[in-house]
């Protein structure tokens, strides 16, 4: 029996997360393993309710959890507070240093049947399957930070901070995740400006001989930003610090149609979480408009990555694939031609095909 | 009758850097201002000769001009020089510092006849008119830095730091260009999680009462970099600090076509400099097969920024266009159907049509 923590949070995220959770409960009837939901308060329902974004008892339950499962938070309601109170920023961040998620996989994988929702031209954008692994509890995220006045006036500093087991850790991760699929790592860095792109270079440089099955190559952070565009295909597993991914992976998740298809697991510590990659969405919250693959396809990495279900992940990956293929779509997706659903009628849809 | 400085740097720099002189002699003779070009070196061609990526006369040069044209720098045969010390970064960013450049200007525009060379759909792509204003002598690249090993392991940061004076320079800056244009600023930051961010927000806020004319908007970078790739159009002015404009400027750069096409400013001093976007492109280089139109265009730039020559600038710029629609082009931008011509052709091709 595994328990799994159920945070809906904000917008649609009460509209996809019971799709995922009965896409869950749909393999468990499969193979005989049962899981346990829980549901707790994240976000702006939670400021809402409780008076903060992260009530004790939702990370307490995430603690004594095998698997978070996250819709997502924030929206204009709560868009009046200092963007540091918001529920992104409030739930999130202390969220993944509680748990000690210091991973974020983000794949950015085509299916064939999309390769019209994408803005990218075809011949570019065939092939494309990549995954990116973001350090996620380190750098300008968590490091000293200050506003001040001084004589000279007002101002102020985040800090960029590594040590070298933060970067080890992440790395040797990305280099198992890459001996696993097409054995290609690049690591993304600024090393002609800043030292701890030295730091990390050198890491890598350190920590390859390990991998020997693995070809590692180097790249500057702002011509990734132009490889992705390019030739995005031409990319396996990315491995780069918290800042330069958060960037990275956004740019990446729309080369392959929709935001709403991408899913996420940020792990690393005891529990780790899975969530989708896109956001609240408020402006089509409660209009069944929501895309609910991007969480189903996280439920898919929770089998994956925290219990070992690599089968049963895979089961649900190609259940998407064939109901996409028959030509359902959500309004993100929705080409002339093709055939519009709702989010729950999309989650049923992935269930008959399982 | 203005100094120019020419820096041709390594690379395809001594290919395309005199094409633009010529086209500038081009225009001086019709308007009758002299120019007065001095040549020197820079980058690797300066390390082999003087030992030195930026040698003092070099800079010397540079402060005694009215603008400085530069080509490329760097290569392979300087990148086992550690990063910090190759010709990029040991020529440029002392350049930039030194010369008091905080703004690094970069339009990407799409000529109509090159919707077929973008990596994006023509729907997707078309109406692409922006210009990304980037700071340019602050934040990570130059605040505090450190490596060291500590009881606990090594460890090392960077550090991003920025004083209220200089967001409001950049800001004021990025406000008039909007005016000029089509009255939009984009402001992006990550305010959700830096402090920095906080203040660049906040000093924004505070600034956009002297120009009521513009509408501004603040946008995350994570969501910057996904909506460039959705739907570049939205955009008309882009100010951010430098980092995020240094990967938001490289992937904007490929959106409309070839990198080979963008020309850029960096201002702010007492002079001006100007160059490509592109870098050295060693693969190619001494083969006539370089785009000599970024260069061309970032001489158009120094006419309407350091001249005040608008018309002229206009003039470049619509000779380039009417190249592109006869159907003439460089390697980079080649499909079947049209011409293929070298660098001194292309630039031959643009001087005839002034
Ligand atoms: C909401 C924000 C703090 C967060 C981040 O920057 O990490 C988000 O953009 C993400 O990528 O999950
Ligand atoms: C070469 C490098 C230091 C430089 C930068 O990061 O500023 C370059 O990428 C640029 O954008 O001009």
Chains 1, 2 share one sequence.
């Not at 393993?33 to 939702?58: N, S």
């Not at 350090?135 to 101002?155: D, I, S, W």
């Not at 969480?295 to 089968?311: C, H, P, R, V």
């Amino acid at each position: 029996m595994y328990k799994i923590a159920v945070l809906p949070g904000d917008g649609i995220g009460p509209e996809i997360v019971p799709e995922a959770v009965k896409v869950l409960e749909a393999v468990s009837r499969r193979v005989g393993i049962e899981f346990q939901f829980t549901e707790a308060l994240v976000g702006g329902a939670a400021i809402d309710a409780r008076g903060i974004a992260l009530p004790p008892e939702t990370l307490e339950l995430c603690r004594q959890s095998d698997a978070v499962l996250l819709g997502a938070v924030g929206g204009p309601k709560w868009d009046t507070l200092p963007p540091a109170e918001r529920p992104e920023t409030a739930a999130l961040l202390p969220l993944r240093k509680e748990l000690g998620l210091y991973a974020n996989l983000r794949p950015a994988f085509l299916y064939d049947s999309l390769v019209e929702a994408s803005p990218l031209k075809k011949e570019i954008v065939t092939g494309t399957d990549l995954i990116i692994v973001r350090e996620l509890t380190g750098g300008l995220y968590f490091g000293a930070k200050k506003r001040e006045q001084t004589a000279e006036g007002e101002m102020a500093y985040d800090t960029m901070y590594y040590t070298r087991s933060e970067i080890e850790r992440i790395v040797r991760l990305a280099f198992t995740i890459a001996r696993q699929r097409r054995c290609h790592l690049t690591s993304v860095d600024k090393a002609n400006v800043l030292t701890t792109s030295r730091l990390w270079r050198d890491t890598v440089e350190d920590i390859k001989g390990e991998f020997p099955e693995v070809t590692v190559e180097h790249m500057y952070v702002d011509n990734c930003a132009m490889q992705l565009v390019r030739r995005p295909a031409q990319f396996d597993v990315i491995v780069t610090e918290n800042t330069f991914g958060d960037i990275l992976s956004d740019q990446a998740s729309v080369l392959t149609g929709s935001i709403g298809m991408l899913p996420s697991a940020s792990i690393g510590g005891a529990v780790a979480l899975y969530e989708p990659c896109h956001g609240s969405a408020p402006d089509i919250a409660g209009q069944q408009k929501a895309n609910p693959l991007a969480t189903i396809l996280s439920a898919a990495m929770m089998l994956k990555y925290s219990f070992k279900m690599d089968q049963a992940a895979a089961a649900i990956e190609a259940a998407v694939g064939r109901v996409l293929a028959k030509g359902y779509r959500t309004p993100d997706l929705y080409v002339p031609g093709t055939q519009l659903v709702g989010t729950a009628e999309m989650g049923q849809l992935v269930r008959r095909e399982l």
